[in-house]
């Protein structure tokens, strides 16, 4: 590993303008490639304190024994040397996007004599036309197949055709028709090649115009009495309308553009390019990238570009490219797709009507793709294997963990404090054991003191569970483990655990499984009851994951000493910079970019913090939901709502009289007299807050107390900021 300040230039050197600068390792390989509009400022960046680099970029300086670079005269340059050198080198720390398949392409070589129709793959070749990319060679074929019988165009290999002019006998497509024959001389090459143009202009988007002809054509047929001419048309006509239909309109503008939507996590990032030609949706293509480099989406979109337009010209570069974020700076990158068009380009985020619509069906197939390829690559045997094997060797374990709990703590500002339990075994979800908490030994906030707790719960049940079957085995740690038992079992706050099913606050000796878990889903190695019941937390796991930093951690490891369990290993998971805490270690251990370990924590993690947030919310929602009128005994629901549907609202409920009550049908006086005076002991509901404009409603008519919404429909309590992403955990 070296030394950054080994290398790194001495003051002045490095010049104040545009370049692009490359980082080599000790055998010369070039490692990682970068644009500045300032070299002097971008690569000083690279060398401060190694503490305070992102992880990802404290790695490629440590691992780089050089950096040289390039001057160029504006940002445009860079862009081109940029991509130029990523072409060149293959750096292993830039983004690199990997095709999930070659796209095939319909290519008519009009560079040729006789021009041919074919599917092509790879790189593009000059004089070619090409149309797509296409997400199947048989979807080409099929729309191939429906045209040729208008625009019978050459579609044999150049041996095949060669073979048929020497021996004077065309291939089958000759003689059914579906290919004018120039090899046997039926066709000029200058009427062969004008039969390929009006193909390319067809499938290029210039299709009203043709069918118009050939209606009219087929009319004139008619009138002339010559019905098999007019058939033969007739039949043109729905060939080229059913090959138009596999292609929809989705911009009624006839625009031509492509869409980028990326879908991204920690770790990969996906995106997904629609090619709309004519306004409609002629071709998809997507790929998957490790993001072994910090960046943001527009630098994403950057990358993007640079893969998709770097070695097209023209035409294949659309006027219009429209992006989830602009790259920064912007206008680099715009003039550098101008200058590969030849004509100006938009770049844009679309904002309203039919393009933000078709942007979000992009963005769609982007996360569906990125969770597609999480799902490959979990499911992989051999990957899963490899994740355990890194996590044991990077903490120190003596074995693979292959069963791991993590934990998460969530709340809204301090209310609604809950935390979940996820279980992965064998790299996989195990949805049927994952459990849910409500924080009740304390008020208000305090991650470190939720974290304690939920551990101390549910491990307190382990060792009731151990000691119950007899598998209670240890001398001398008995008696202390018996004592945490019996006090788990008077202590209230640690049997009020929620079923993970009902979100009940009863209290529960079997919870339930994950919503989503199979109903039949049974506890590893048959932990069971005489009756066939799941046991309660009686599997024990070997790797405790707790998502936090050293404050957690301790927590979790205080809990489990504590109870006397130290054959359980303890590990945090840092968001902000993935880092990996340990136990009364100092410095984190930070696992590669590309460690399959790493990832499987952060699956973990991340499913832990999900199904945590998920409860917290339906909590939230359900107390928001509340009104006075359930305090009230023997009343239920038919008649609350017939009482508000009465009354329009809570409110003009609490100012009626008794009588007036009693005019609602169901209510009798005792009824009429107990709901007044619950309403009378409520607390005056909360003025509901405009969350856009800050207005307070004091004049509300409606009936939910305490509430209003944010922009997305979720209820939040009167007077709560609008974005509540630096709140809710």
Known sequence: ????????????????????????????????????????????????????????????????????????????????????????????????????????????????????????????????????????????????????????????????????????????LGYIGKCSAPCVGRVEPDEHRELAEEFCDFMAGRTGTYLRRLEQRMTEAAEEMEYERAARLRDDI?????????????????????????????????????????????????????????????????????????????????????????????????????????????????????????????????QQALALHKTKRASDLTTRSRALEEIADALDLDSAPLRIECYDISHLQGDDVVASMVVFEDGLQRKSEYRRFQIKGFAGQDDVRSMHEVITRRFRRYLAEKERTGEWVEDGAEDARTESDHSAESDPTVESDHSAESGRTTETDSPSPAPDAAPDAAPVNGFKD????????????????????????????????????????????????????????????????????????????????????????????????????????????????????????????????????QEVPGIGRKTAETIAVALAQAAPAAPAVNTATGEIMDDREDEAPETTADASGEPVPAGAPDDRRGQER
Not at 11 to 31: A, K, T
Not at 341 to 353: A, D, E, H, K, M
Not at 565 to 588: F, H, M, N, Q
Request: with cysteine.
């Open 530 to 661: 005489e009756d066939g019941r799941p046991k309660k937390f009686a599997y024990p796991p070997q790797l405790v994951v707790v998502d936090g930093g050293q404050p957690q951690v301790a927590a979790a490891r205080r809990a489990l000493d504590e109870l006397g369990i130290d054959d359980i290993a303890v590990c945090g998971l840092a968001k902000r910079l993935e880092e990996v805490w340990l136990p009364e270690d100092d410095d984190p251990v930070v696992l590669p970019r590309t460690s399959e370990g790493l990832y499987l924590l952060q699956r973990v993690r991340d499913e832990a913090h999900r199904f945590a947030i998920t409860y917290q919310r339906t909590k939230r929602a359900k107390r928001f939901r509340s009104s006075p009128l359930d305090d009230v005994p023997g009343l239920g629901e038919t008649r609350k709502q017939a009482l508000i549907k009465h009354f329009g609202s809570v409110k003009k409920l609490r100012s009626a009289t008794i009588e007036q009550i």
């Open 238 to 366: 729905e060939a080229l309308k059913k090959a138009m239909e596999k292609n929809a309109v989705v911009l009624a503008d006839a625009t031509d553009a492509d869409l980028i939507a990326v879908a991204e996590d920690e770790l990969e990032a996906a995106v997904q390019i629609f090619h709309v030609r004519g306004g409609r949706v002629r071709g998809q293509r997507g790929w998957v990238t490790d993001k072994v480099e910090d960046v943001t989406t527009g630098a994403l979109v950057e990358h993007a570009l640079q893969q998709l337009y770097g070695e097209e010209t023209g035409d294949a570069v659309p006027k219009e490219v429209l992006v989830p974020a602009l790259p920064e700076p912007v206008e680099p990158v715009q003039e550098w797709l101008t200058g590969r068009r030849g004509s100006n380009v938009s770049l844009r985020i679309p904002q309203r009507g039919d393009k933000k619509a078709l942007m979000e069906t992009v963005e769609r197939n982007a």
């Open 1 to 172: 590993m070296a030394d950054p300040s080994s290398y790194r230039p001495k003051p002045g050197q490095i010049p104040d303008s545009p370049g692009v600068y490359r980082f080599r390792d000790e055998h010369r390989r070039v490692i990682y490639v970068g644009k500045a509009k300032s070299l002097r400022q971008r690569l000083a960046n690279y060398f401060q304190d190694l503490a305070s680099l992102h992880p990802r970029t404290r790695t490629m300086v440590t691992t780089a024994a050089s950096v040289e670079w390039t001057v160029v005269s504006t940002e445009v340059e860079a862009l081109q040397l940029e991509y130029s050198w990523i072409k060149e080198y293959d750096p292993r720390f830039n983004v690199k996007y990997r095709d999930d398949k070659s796209y095939p392409y319909l290519a008519v070589t009009m560079n040729e004599e006789f021009p041919r129709v074919q599917v092509m793959r790879g790189h593009k070749k000059k004089g070619v036309r090409y149309f797509g990319p296409y997400g199947h060679a048989w979807a080409i074929r099929d729309t191939v197949d429906l045209l040729l019988r208008v625009f019978p165009v050459r579609t044999c290999s150049a041996g095949v055709f060669k073979n048929a002019a020497r021996t004077g006998r065309p291939c089958l």
